[in-house]
């Protein structure tokens, strides 16, 4: 596949109005993408869980309009929103030459969370992912001529949308683990768009469970596109691009054998990397808070005196993603309870588990 496979060629524009809706996830990288080229293309390959009660959920009402300008309004939680707007023009102007039908209709796009907006938890990949799939749900019903029906056309194009509005959002439209970014160990593996991890993967990662603490909620201290961007020049670059593919090919290993000690390795060592990229770029950023770190200890401690194989992952901020096996539920979240949830702000985390993608409501 390249990008020119995903042009719309040709459509019809009868549909006066009409609406779509898709609810999709959020997902946690365990190979992070840290680092991209012209276009959203990413230095490195990654690879994630996809969630499933953290979701976006989005519908798009179109109605046909003569001018030839973009138009579109966005609503959150039902109040039309301003802030969100530059982000969704930039979008439309990138992926315009896919979808031209996008300057023919105007757009109502009516979105919200289930998670609360000011959890501090990132939400362009679950909304940049919940977009593209309504675009493509109106593209299906305006070309009738081409192959849009064949499903994996449909997610393929419409993760490639996605990554054009935020790269991780590509990783969302499908479960339970995908990959994005080409890497040797992995068939099919692109650069384009996220595909579905199709190896062996043991049943200790069945049902995988995610609770995400809370730590900071606020701003993000750096957005993820400018984080990005320091790693331009960045001295340790190369080595952790090289790095990323070989932790890639050792996980799809790992996820066959069910190694959960492995697992962990890899999984804490990724965290702390993203992080130690950020503190040596130039200029360069702590993200973690004291409680993240707090909590940190207190996991290695936790696995330290039993036999949990909980561990942590980090995104580009202070919250914690704890991660560990659905056998392990109740003893891992009586630990939260017990020790962990005086580090999250207002006692606040959240429970979710490893998930199948998006679907339409
Ligand atoms: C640290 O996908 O948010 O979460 O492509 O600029 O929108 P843009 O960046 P974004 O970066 C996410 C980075 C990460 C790691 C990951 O999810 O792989």
Redesign the pocket.
């Known amino acids: 596949m390249t990008a020119q496979d995903f042009i719309l060629k040709s459509y019809h524009t009868n549909f006066e109005t009409g609406s779509v809706k898709w609810a999709s996830p959020s ?3 365990l ?4 680092g ?1 080229k012209k276009d ?1 293309i990413p230095e490195n390959p ?1 690879i ?1 869980f996809t969630l499933s009660n953290c979701k976006t959920i989005t519908e798009v009402t179109y109605t046909k309009k003569e001018d030839k300008e973009f138009s579109f309004d966005v609503y959150f939680e039902g109040e039309k929103n301003e802030a969100f707007k530059p982000k969704i023009q930039t979008f439309f102007e990138r992926i315009e030459t896919y979808m031209p039908f996008l300057r023919d209709y105007h757009f109502k796009i009516d979105t919200s969370n289930t998670f609360p907006h000011s959890s501090g938890i ?1 939400s ?2 679950s909304g ?1 992912s919940a977009i593209a799939l309504c675009l493509m749900s109106i593209e299906d019903k305006l070309n009738t001529v081409e192959r849009s029906s064949d499903i994996n056309y449909f997610n393929q194009k419409a993760s490639f949308l996605a ?1 054009l ?5 590509c ?1 969302s439209i499908e479960g339970e683990l995908v990959v994005w970014g080409e890497n040797e160990s992995i068939a099919d593996s692109s650069d384009l768009f996220g595909v579905k991890f199709e190896g062996d993967v043991h049943s200790n990662f069945k049902n995988y469970q995610d609770t995400i603490l809370l730590v900071d909620k606020g701003e993000k201290q750096v ?3 400018v ?2 961007q320091l790693m331009y020049g960045h001295p340790f670059a190369q080595e952790r691009f090289k790095q990323a593919h070989d932790n890639l090919a050792n996980l799809k290993t790992i996820l066959a054998s069910g190694n959960l000690n492995e697992f962990v390795k890899i999984v804490e060592s990724e965290a702390l990397t ?1 992080h130690a990229m950020m503190m040596t770029s130039m200029p360069y950023f702590i993200l973690m808070k004291p409680n993240t770190l707090e909590i940190i200890n207190k996991i290695w401690a936790f696995r330290a005196k039993t036999d949990s194989k909980v561990c942590f992952t980090l ?2 901020g202070a919250n914690v993603h704890v991660l560990y096996p659905e056998s392990e539920t109740e003893i891992v979240l009586e630990f939260i309870k017990n020790e962990l949830v005086s580090y999250c702000q207002n006692e606040h985390y959240i429970c979710d588990q490893i998930g199948l993608g998006a679907n339409q409501i």
């Open positions: 997902n946690i990288a190979v992070k993408y840290w991209k959203q990654s994630s990132a362009s990949a940049m990554r509005g935020s790269g991780s959002a990783r957005s993820s596109t984080g990005h993203l995104d580009a």
